[in-house]
């Protein structure tokens, strides 16, 4: 009974299984079948409201990489990336070369031909898998306005997806840690005429639609803000402060560093490591504690 209770609290605390799966369900309930215009980035702005106490803050994932060594999991001894001899070598070794791997690099290593991934630990895992591992766990940038960007990704002019990166993901739930190096939000608008009709929140590999109503938005000189919720560590996303999750496990209160998303923005599509399918993070005893995949198979369509 305990094991099942344990099980159940994993599932129920990580969102294992969505975690693993494409963001492909976001519908845009309100304008199914309306025509819109382009959209006008300059009618709207995105807050995210970080815990007071927060350790873990974002940062850019060329700086993630940067950090990290690149390794190729294998049984009994995992190999590193020499990048002086451009190749994976088997040993554990922490001298410079196997660090700052060219991104071309990593990028290189995509979905397998069977379409399967790469990282270590997924349902969805091919035969050669890889992984990101920095020697600690990254605090991210404590001032990331104009310093860290968010990654725009949009199918159409209804759906507006930005994707926010984090070195390290806290998540304590009743004494059992399902914390892991790498972390990917979102925040999905859903736009009509230049107005935010709601938006969806990404917590826990799930994502959770919020009409405009329940949402704090507010409008001045013709622009609307919105502010979203960050809680502590999980850095799981809710509309308004409050205590949520498993056991109220993930905090998210007012007063703390306010990130401007919309300040600084960068299109997904042409980042140089989107196309990397292995784990940003290094291999944890489960899935939930892996680090995860990039945001390039977890978009919208």
Excluded at 132 to 148: K, M
């Amino acid at each position: 009974m305990k094991i099942n209770i344990l099980i159940a609290l994993c599932l129920l605390a990580c969102g294992c299984k969505k975690t693993l799966e494409p963001s492909n369900a976001l519908k845009s309930p309100s304008s199914a079948g309306v025509a819109v215009n382009a959209v006008d980035f300059s009618k709207f702005k995105v807050v995210v409201r970080l815990h007071p106490s927060e350790d873990y803050f974002p940062m850019e994932p060329v700086d993630f990489i940067k950090k990290s060594r690149f390794r190729h999991e294998r049984s009994g001894s995992d190999e590193g990336y020499n990048k002086n001899s451009n190749k994976f070598v088997r040993n554990n070794s922490h001298n410079s070369e196997y660090y700052d791997i060219p991104v071309n690099v990593i990028n290189g290593y995509g979905l397998e031909s069977s379409g399967r991934n790469r990282r270590p630990k997924d349902d969805h895992k091919g035969d050669y898998n890889v992984f990101l591992e920095p020697d600690d766990n990254l605090q991210g940038d404590h001032d990331p306005n104009t310093r860290v960007s968010s990654f725009l990704y949009t199918p159409d002019n209804v759906k507006l997806q930005y994707w926010l990166f984090y070195g390290y993901n806290y998540s304590n739930v009743s004494g059992l840690s399902f914390s892991h190096q790498g972390d990917w939000e979102s925040v999905t608008l859903n736009i009509l005429n230049d107005t935010i009709e709601g938006a969806w929140l990404s917590a826990h590999g799930d994502d959770k639609y919020y009409d405009k109503n329940a949402l704090e938005i507010s409008i001045a000189d013709g622009v609307q803000t919105l502010s979203v919720y960050s809680a502590k560590g999980t850095h799981a996303l809710y509309n308004h402060p409050g205590k949520y999750h498993i056991l109220n496990s993930d905090d998210a209160s007012a007063g703390g560093y306010e990130w401007l998303i919309t300040g600084k923005v960068s299109s997904l599509e042409s980042q140089s490591w989107k196309d990397y399918a292995g784990a940003w993070g290094e291999v944890g005893q489960q899935a939930a504690t892996t680090g995860p995949l990039g945001p390039w198979f977890k978009k919208i369509n």
